[in-house]
């Protein structure tokens, strides 16, 4: 089994910075992929970035790319989601995630696990 946990989330003004974390444990993680996540109210969930463990390899949703960078610290078993240039839009619930299967992937059904949300606000 895997615990994830997330931290970092806050009330930001727009164009201000965030990151997040999520620490996993319960598992080794060296084939595993990470994944973060968001949802706004009433809007589905949607994928935000995700990183390969054992590569690094990283993917971003079209609205993140070039904002946020998505990183791993093998060492502590913690993925981070630096955000920057913060907007409005941005502000939803953030899910971590991991999947058992080697490969980055954007679907949340292909991810096994998830932790509880951490709350990001960004003010205008």
């Known amino acids: 089994q895997v615990q994830l946990v997330e931290s970092g989330g806050g009330l930001v003004q727009a164009g201000g910075s965030l990151r997040l974390s999520c620490a996993a444990s319960g598992r080794t993680f060296s084939r595993n992929s990470m994944g973060w996540f968001r949802q706004a109210p009433g809007k589905e969930r949607e994928f935000v970035a995700a990183i390969s463990w054992s590569s690094g390899r990283s993917d971003y949703a079209d609205s993140v790319k070039g904002r946020f960078t998505i990183s791993r610290d093998s060492a502590k078993n913690t993925v981070y989601l630096q955000m920057n240039s913060l907007k409005p839009e941005d502000t939803a619930v953030y899910y971590c995630?991991?999947?058992?299967?080697?490969?980055?992937?954007?679907?949340?059904?292909?991810?096994?696990?998830w932790g509880q949300g951490t709350q990001v606000t960004v003010s205008s």
């Open positions: 995630a991991a999947r058992n299967t080697v490969g980055i992937v954007r679907r949340s059904r292909e991810y096994d696990y």
